[in-house]
């Protein structure tokens, strides 16, 4: 397989997905949507739920997309995926189409956790032959930071706000990767912007299944979560260091971690660096630093003994 | 197409592209030679393309597309 470099400079592959967008300085989703495009060979159509990424690539008479792009709603780009693959199929099955071609759809966590989750449920269940990738940034961010089902727990957002009586969201964060598992999926992921060539191998496997795949991908948001644009990167490593956003495939049922941390950092080191968690480190918060903490540690224990029951290389853990 | 500044290293080359730069800072935070610096514009520029390993960070993590790692196709036949 040649890397996402080589690719990036291949004719079929470079510029699918070009500069003349305007989502923010330091915004993750350009990052994630290039290397996925990247990775994959064959021809692609991309459908696109509303969302930053739909919004801001396509600003009338631009666009930053140079592959046949499709949008329709915010919650049935999963249902439209299955309609196009579908079309695909049988237009292929009398001869009229020859090309090899792959589907992805692009949903932001907003599209993907609540408003889209009954059309990606229902994709998911007929297995249709089609990527769907989450680029996951924990709120909806296009309209303002209103609270979504991503959003971690004490994280403050507009509909969320902090202050004497609450402390941000006070819910804990639905783990829509874990949903799509149950969906006995062939091939699943999450994946985080900062680590690319296994973002990049990822893509590759989940094209090359015959049925659905699914990415979670974590993408950083500077305005919304509220850290300087440059650190993007390193916050988005510093959630797989920390084991918040741990980077794990499931392939037909077989539960691997991809990326095992040497030291675990404490969470601490990544909220600190974040607008949303400041109110964490005021003194009356103390209680939920650790709650958090004890709740990352729980669902890193969780998926590690998932992944020693399934394949058992994980003895020293 | 537009304006490009172009710095060369032997057959290497890095294209910037300063209309399309954002002022983000990701290339300047990920650069491992640290020789990507904003200007006073605001845009990125290269201090010592000497330095450069041309590993092609900066390019992979660049979200809006300003700077692109090039290998010149036909090499230049050097003088004698």
Request: aromatic letters at 8%.
């Amino acid at each position: 397989m040649p890397n996402t470099k080589e690719l990036a400079h291949h004719e079929e592959v470079c510029k699918r997905f070009t500069g003349a967008h305007a989502l923010c300085a330091g915004c993750g989703i350009p990052v994630c949507v290039r290397t996925i495009l990247n990775a994959i060979e064959e021809p692609v159509v991309v459908l696109n739920a509303t969302g930053c990424l739909e919004v801001a690539t396509t600003r009338y008479p631009t666009t930053a997309w140079n592959v046949p792009w499709l949008h329709v709603a915010f919650e049935n780009t999963a249902a439209v995926a299955s309609g196009v693959e579908t079309a695909y199929r049988i237009l292929r099955r009398r001869g009229k189409i020859t090309k090899d071609i792959r589907f992805v759809a692009f949903g932001g966590d907003g599209g993907t956790y609540d408003i889209g989750l009954q059309a990606l449920s229902g994709a998911l269940e007929r297995g249709h032959r089609f990527l769907y990738v989450c680029y996951d940034n924990e709120a909806y961010m296009n309209t303002g930071n209103q609270r979504s089902g991503a959003t971690p727990f004490a994280s403050q957002t507009t509909t969320a706000p902090t202050g004497e009586k609450s402390f941000g969201k006070p819910q804990r964060r639905k783990d829509l990767t874990e949903i799509v598992a149950a969906h006995h999926v062939t091939y699943l992921a999450q994946a985080s912007i900062s680590d690319w060539h296994d973002l990049a191998v990822k893509v590759r496997k989940a094209v090359s299944v015959e049925g659905s795949s699914f990415l979670n991908v974590l993408s950083t948001c500077p305005r919304g979560w509220g850290h300087p644009s440059d650190q993007s990167i390193k916050i988005a490593h510093l959630a797989v260091e920390t084991c918040y956003w741990p980077l794990y495939e499931i392939t037909d049922g077989r539960w691997h971690v991809n990326y095992i941390p040497e030291e675990k950092r404490p969470i601490t080191e990544w909220l600190c660096l974040q607008q949303r968690f400041a109110h964490l480190f005021e003194p009356r918060n103390k209680g939920l630093l650790l709650q958090i903490q004890q709740q990352v540690d729980e669902d890193w224990d969780r998926l590690v003994r998932k992944c020693q029951e399934s394949d058992g290389v994980y003895e020293t853990l | 197409m537009g304006f490009m500044r172009r710095y060369e290293q032997g057959s290497f080359f890095l294209a910037i592209e300063p209309r399309r730069c954002k002022s983000c800072g990701v290339c300047v935070q990920s650069c491992p030679t640290g020789i990507l610096v904003l200007n006073g514009e605001g845009k990125v520029t290269v201090q010592d393309i000497a330095r450069c390993v041309f590993c092609g960070i900066c390019e992979q993590r660049c979200p809006d597309f300003a700077i692109s790692v090039h290998k010149d196709a036909v090499l230049q036949p050097s003088p004698l």
